[in-house]
């Protein structure tokens, strides 16, 4: 059984910071790509940014500057710094992980529970 357990959403007022954690648990080879999403009301879940395991990292144009994705692979777990944030960030964020149970697989995407971020004054 695999895990992916978030923290750290909450209220922050425009322009603040919040730092996301997500970490995998469970029993797995390995943890691949990880990545954040989040999802308005009403709209299709969006992808925020990415990292893999060797730290090649992505970014939604609409985050790029201001948000900023790292990962500890020793503790299976993803970060997300938001900095400078804005009223129109405020949604439900959700981790993915792509969750190998051996060297040659099975893989599959796990997620978590989702993270509500406000940003509001």
């Known amino acids: 059984q695999v895990q992916l357990v978030e923290s750290g959403g909450g209220l922050v007022q425009p322009g603040g910071s919040l730092r996301l954690s997500c970490a995998a648990s469970g029993s797995f080879f390995r943890v691949a790509d990880m990545g954040w999403y989040r999802q308005a009301p009403g709209k299709q879940r969006e992808l925020v940014a990415s990292i893999t395991s060797g730290g090649r990292t992505g970014y939604a144009d609409s985050v790029k500057g201001r948000f900023s994705v790292s990962r500890d692979n020793a503790k299976n777990t993803v970060y997300l710094q938001m900095n400078s944030l804005a009223p129109e960030d405020t949604t439900v964020y959700y981790c993915?992980?792509?969750?190998?149970?051996?060297?040659?697989?099975?893989?599959?995407?796990?997620w978590g529970q989702g993270t509500q971020v406000t940003v509001s004054s």
């Open positions: 993915k992980a792509d969750v190998w149970r051996a060297l040659t697989g099975p893989r599959a995407d796990y």
